[in-house]
Every structure is written in C-alpha cells, then in structure tokens.
C-alpha cells in the first residue's frame, strides 16, 4: 500500500509563490506517473501537472499554469514537488497528489492508483 502526503499548502496574495511537496510511503517508486490535481469550491476536480518519475523530463501542465508551476521529483526522498509562481486568485482549490504505478495518461483521473488527503492553496487579490 503506498501513502501519499501533500504539504505546503496555506495563504498567499496574488503574484506570490508557494511549493507544495508530495511524499510517499510504503512504495519505492522507479516508474509510473505522479500528479497534481485540483478542485475550486463549486468545481469538479481537474489536472494541474504530472511527471513521468523513471524521468523527469517528462512533464505535464495544464494550459492556464504553464510557464507559472514547475513540477519535480526527488528518488531519494521519494517526493514530488509543485513549484508555484505567480500565482492568481483563480488558483485557489485543494490540491492533490496522485501516483499511478504505470504509464498512463497524465490527467485522467481514473488511472491513478493512490490518492493524497490533499492541501489547501488560498490565494488572496
């Protein structure tokens, strides 16, 4: 069983930045797919970012955050993380990890095996 544990979260105004991390336990990662997700109030959930973790290069965005969050991982700590810049009032939601323990499409949802608590971003104008 793998858990995942998002942190970082918290309250920003516009145009700061936060970086969220997701770490797992139980499983050692050397393939599969990690992602974020992200659900507003009165919102259904949708895709922010993924990565490929046998390969960081592999990276995934969803169109309104590119160029403002950068996703990564770091093997040895078995953690991702979610760099966020510049951010906007309308990146307000909670935002979840996700791990899938194969290739899969990145922002389907369905394909994801594990699932984190998830943590909240508030960003203030």
């Known amino acids: 069983q793998v858990q995942l544990v998002e942190s970082g979260g918290g309250l920003v105004q516009a145009g700061g930045s936060l970086r969220l991390s997701c770490a797992a336990s139980?499983?050692?990662?050397?393939?599969?797919?990690v992602g974020w997700f992200r659900q507003a109030p009165g919102k259904e959930r949708d895709f922010v970012a993924a990565?490929?973790?046998?390969?960081?290069?592999?990276?995934y965005y969803k169109d309104s955050v590119k160029g403002r969050f950068t996703i990564s991982r770091d093997n040895a700590k078995n953690t991702v993380y979610l760099q966020m810049n510049s951010l906007k009032p309308e990146d307000t939601a909670v935002y979840t990890c996700?791990?899938?323990?194969?290739?899969?499409?990145?922002?389907?949802?369905?394909?994801?095996?594990?699932w984190g608590q998830g943590t909240q971003v508030t960003v203030s104008s």
């Open positions: 139980g499983r050692t990662f050397s393939s599969g797919t």
């Open positions: 990565i490929r973790w046998s390969n960081s290069l592999n990276t």
């Open positions: 996700a791990a899938a323990r194969t290739v899969v499409p990145p922002t389907t949802e369905n394909d994801y095996d594990y």
